[in-house]
């Protein structure tokens, strides 16, 4: 006897469970912070390469989401993020790290400006403790609404045209970053023109008991378009080409790491730009942050490089030399680009070496034939973003 | 006589281009002159047989080549083929329908491969497991044959009249050793294997593993694709090999859609040219290659201009390139033999292709609908080619050919209106002439309904989704693209023409018999297939000539 035959499952299973199950012939499924999410359907490459050529869906509803409300909360998230909330106005998106007091970042997402004192924060962790204990003092309301809301990820050259076709007017329109909302066949649709891909793309959010009717929508009138489901495996390759970092994966978040210096700054993270150092208002972390700055004291900070050969290199060390003598940081992710047909990876590198065409040497240590080989070879520093299509900000 | 350019490659195929690109490049680490490289193409676009056109409004047709797997990573990386605008979408599936029952269909993924084919037959499903891994070690010895200058194994006669390849010697004793090494790593049984693989025919090959006809006819489709010989054919092996050993990032074997068509390969080449500073004309028919003194000093074009460079290399086809560019006097100044190795080369066309805009997706007899996605091939067992074979050899198209099907717009949204598709049929085998008779207007009508009947039959409504249909002969591939009798490797894929045999005895290291002259086509080594491999071997060959660095 064991305890597992009395165990019950727990994972949950989003709105779009059902359709999804039933394109799913791989048993590609893994957890997403407690619910059941694709890795992969079929087959991870024909995933990523109809995210790169026609459109993709994949399902973010697990993404856990804080409703910020009330008569201070443009006060409260401009005090709680890093990005000058001032300059956003309501309908629009902005991409933000928020820190600890040391000004070592907890995690980085989107904040939704749905109103002027109208807030919706995506995570991936859950943040609602740290969202409290900093609201002290604020006159807010901070809920967790993740299942109020059902969203899919629309992403690829053809999202575009899809949702013309399913009816929304004035899609072109729709600046990056921008947020809509509209209602089509009596469903209410809330459109931002973000993603995780770094190509044009949407999310589309609806309410929960919707969710179907928007999976077989899109599927039927995106079937010319070349509209296929997508993957965590597929969606990981485009956003290390796109240059996006992810907690826990290229930084580790403030409030799980084991010692201090495991942590870091939204600077070192390389989303520096994200830092609003000029901000009027004070907000978490902003006099470390300053400090880092002035001083120039940032241990690292994490760059794209390219390297020579097609050997994927996660983990590896970086070199100033051929003998390997002087080490300066270590890759987090890393991958071969089958769009960019380059060997691509982010590392955490001293500044001094970040500048775009700077040689360095790297140590791969990857599986050939059934053992496992050495190699040391070159490798470049290179913005991170590595796929920047114009048609990403185009407005038509 | 002004000699503006350093090079002139004549003909803007994809090796044309890859060798100005390279050539451009050449000498760029070193930090020598830039060479001044001018290409020069019949057509008014560049591209040759890798070529998209809009035939059809709103349809780009692949009019020749169509899939995309040969072309080497190591030219897609070197000229950042991407920044130029080439995708490669790979594709999963192939099959096979069968208008009587059960299709055959083959997955990527090795467990759904396995499951299917035990449909068939539970003895072939688990024979697909040695089979594969066997090809795989075919594959492992050639790799690295395919991005060298072949090694020639008479220059290792110290006594030999070497006027042709001053590099020889050293060289060809380091490849044939780097070859030898290479052959030896792959154990006693495997050296044997290699060399029982490379002339035997692929029937003999695949009765070693296989029972089921029907599984084994459609295993051979790739080793006839092209050839003018049947599947119990000597060397058609090699031909199955010619068609695994390509890889879409890293994976052997894979094939894929150039996004936009395989014009997309030419253009982004001709693009990366472009901006390493090659200057291209169209329009600009070559009718000779000027010889002077034993040297090749320009070319003559069909308009009566003469424009001079220091080197002269021909993407054209060894066959067009010595009989009809150069003049037979100037060949049989420098070597008597060599005009009669371009009489004997062996470029049997085989190949005809149909190009058809379609209304909407066909489906076919005994295939799920997601076979569509990759190749469909319609065949049969090994009788099945050898009729058809047949046909061909005693002078007629096949009358139930064997056809290689591709519907690129199931995921190229770029190709066709929306939920509209473009269809390829590259159709074995097609003779260049029908017995000593030229193609009528009549017999290709008739040509074309046996092959629209063949995919009808296998696919049953077929025929009322046709919006259009371009159908090309073996003539009418050498009249509109310039490969000699239309056939599509620049010359068979035999062993007798292979490696330093490619294209002739003596010639197989990318220089001419003359001085200053070259050829970089499919022609040479390593072979047809939109690789671009001999484009890129010539040119550094010719950099080593300029003493221009490496690349």
Redesign the interface.
Known sequence: MTHVQHLKPFLKKTPFHEPMEAMMH?AGWIRWQGYYSPAYFD?T??EY??A???ATVYDVSPLIKYAIRGKDAAKFANYLVTRDLTKVAPMNVAYTAWCDDDGRMIEEGTLFRLGPNDFLLNAALHQLHWLNESAYGFSVEIEEISEQLAGLSLQG??SRVILEVLGVQGIGKLPHFGIMETTVDGHWLRIDRAGFTGDLGYEVWVKPQDAIWLWETLFRIG????IAPMGGHALEMTRVEAGFILVDVDYIGAHHAIRPTQRVSPIEAGIGWAVALKKDAYFVGKRALQKEKAEGSSRFILSGIEIEG?KPAPGAFLYADEKGTKELGLTTSAM?S?????NIAFAQIPIAYTKPGTEMWIEIWYPKEKKIERSMVKCWARNRMFFDPPRKKEVV | MGTKYDAIVIGGGHNGLVTAAYLAKGGEKEGKNKLKVLVLERYHKVGGAAMSEEIHPGFTYSTCSYVCSLLRPEIFRFLDLPRHGLQVIPYEINSSPNHEGEGIITYSDHDRTRESLRRHSIKDAEAYDHYAAEISRQCRFIKPLLMVTPPDPTRLNPFAQNKINPWGKRNDLEGLLKIAHEFGRMGEKQMYEIIRFWTMSIGDFLDEYFETPRWKGFAAASSIIGTALGPYSPGTAYVLLHHYMGEVDGQIGAWGFARGGMGSVSKAIASAATEAGVEIRTNAEVAKVIIRGGKAVGVTLANGEEIYARTVVSNADPKRTYLKLIEKSDLDAIDPDIHSYAKNFKIRGSSGKLNIALDGLPQFAGLPKESAWGTIDIGGDFDYIERAYDDYKYGSWSKRPFLDIVIPTTVDPTMAPPGKHFMSVFVQYVPYKLGEQPWTPEMKAAFEKDVLDTIEMNAPGFRDLILHCQTRTPWDIENEVGLTEGNIFQGELTLDQMLFNRPFPGLGQYRGPFDNFYMCGSGTHPGGGVMGAPGANAAREMLKDFKHGVV
């Open positions: 791989g087959s490459q024909s390469m109809a790169r050529n026609g050259p053809n079937d010319p378009y070349k097609r071969w089958p769009l960019l047909k380059k």
